[in-house]
């Protein structure tokens, strides 16, 4: 059964690090892209990061570019994110997401997404 797993999330102060793991079972894993979204209370789902799985290549949302590092492992199925100097507007639920095949990963857009995680609760503190 395809399935997406994420793990690592937790309470942190601002100022604080987490490290979130997304593996992926069946075959949800795509060799196109894979991406983490978040959703906070009262807000839509927004994208944060994205990577082309095959060649490499990283997007991310203008609010976490410098203190959030996506990266992969091709042959374990996971997608990993980096997160440091957390702010509490970070605060949110964040889901893995795998990219159907052809979509334009950058564009973050949920419609193009073929399989979500359960998500994993991150809370930053003052």
């Known amino acids: 059964r395809a399935q997406l797993m994420e793990s690592g999330g937790g309470s942190v102060q601002a100022g604080g690090s987490l490290r979130l793991s997304c593996v992926a079972y069946g075959d949800a894993y795509s060799r196109h892209c894979m991406a983490w979204f978040r959703q906070s209370a009262g807000k839509e789902r927004e994208g944060v990061a994205t990577?082309?799985?095959?060649?490499?290549?990283?997007y991310y949302a203008d609010s976490v570019k410098g203190r959030f590092t996506l990266s992969r492992d091709n042959a374990q199925e996971t997608v990993y994110l980096q997160m440091n100097s957390l702010k509490e507007e970070d605060t949110a639920m964040y889901y893995c997401?795998?990219?159907?095949?052809?979509?334009?990963?950058?564009?973050?857009?949920?419609?193009?997404?073929?399989?979500w995680g359960q998500g994993t609760q991150v809370t930053v503190s003052s």
């Open positions: 990577i082309y799985t095959t060649a490499g290549d990283i």
């Open positions: 997401a795998s990219i159907k095949t052809g979509a334009v990963c950058s564009w973050f857009e949920t419609g193009h997404v073929k399989s």
